[in-house]
Nanobody, 132 residues
Framework: QVQLVESGGGSVQAGGSLRLSCTVS????????MGWYRQVYGKGREGRVN??????????KYANSVKGRFTISKDNRQNILYLDMNELKLEDSAMYFC???????????????????????WGQGTQVTVFS
C-alpha cells in the first residue's frame, strides 16, 4: 500500500521559511515523478495548483508564483520529498499536498483537471499559515 505523509507545516511570519517533508512508503517505483500542490481553503481537489515538480531524472520545474523562493528536492535513499519555502508571503497560506505518479506517467507536474484526476497517490496535506 502506497502512503504519502506530509509534515512540516505550521504558522510563520511573512518573510520567514518552512521546510515541508513528504515521506513515501510502499511505492513500487520510488523514482517516479512527484510534485507539491497547494489548495486554498474552500476549494476541492480540482482547485489544487502545482507549485513544484521533480521528474525521474531529478529535473525540477516551478510555478512562476514560487520560482526563486521555493525549492523541491528528493532524498531517493530515504524516499522523502522536500519543499523548502523561503520569503513566505501571506498569499502562500494554504493546505499543501504532495503527489506521486505511477510507473510511466508524470501528471504530478500539472494543474490541469486531466492531470489531477490521474495522479494516483496523494498525501493528506499539511497546513501552512503565513501571518503579518
Amino acid at each position: 500500500q502506497v502512503q504519502l505523509v506530509e509534515s512540516g507545516g505550521g504558522s510563520v511570519q511573512a518573510g520567514g521559511s518552512l521546510r515541508l517533508s513528504c515521506t513515501v512508503s510502499g511505492h513500487p517505483y520510488p523514482r517516479t515523478c512527484m510534485g507539491w500542490y497547494r489548495q486554498v481553503y474552500g476549494k476541492g481537489r480540482e482547485g489544487r495548483v502545482n507549485l513544484a515538480a521533480i521528474d525521474r531524472a531529478g529535473t525540477t520545474k516551478y510555478a512562476n508564483s514560487v520560482k526563486g523562493r521555493f525549492t523541491i528536492s528528493k532524498d531517493n535513499r530515504q524516499n522523502i520529498l522536500y519543499l523548502d519555502m523561503n520569503e513566505l508571503k501571506l498569499e502562500d497560506s494554504a493546505m499543501y499536498f504532495c503527489a506521486a505518479d505511477g510507473k510511466d506517467d508524470c501528471y504530478s507536474a500539472s494543474s490541469t483537471s486531466h492531470a489531477l484526476a490521474r495522479i494516483p497517490y496523494w498525501g493528506q496535506g499539511t497546513q501552512v499559515t503565513v501571518f503579518s
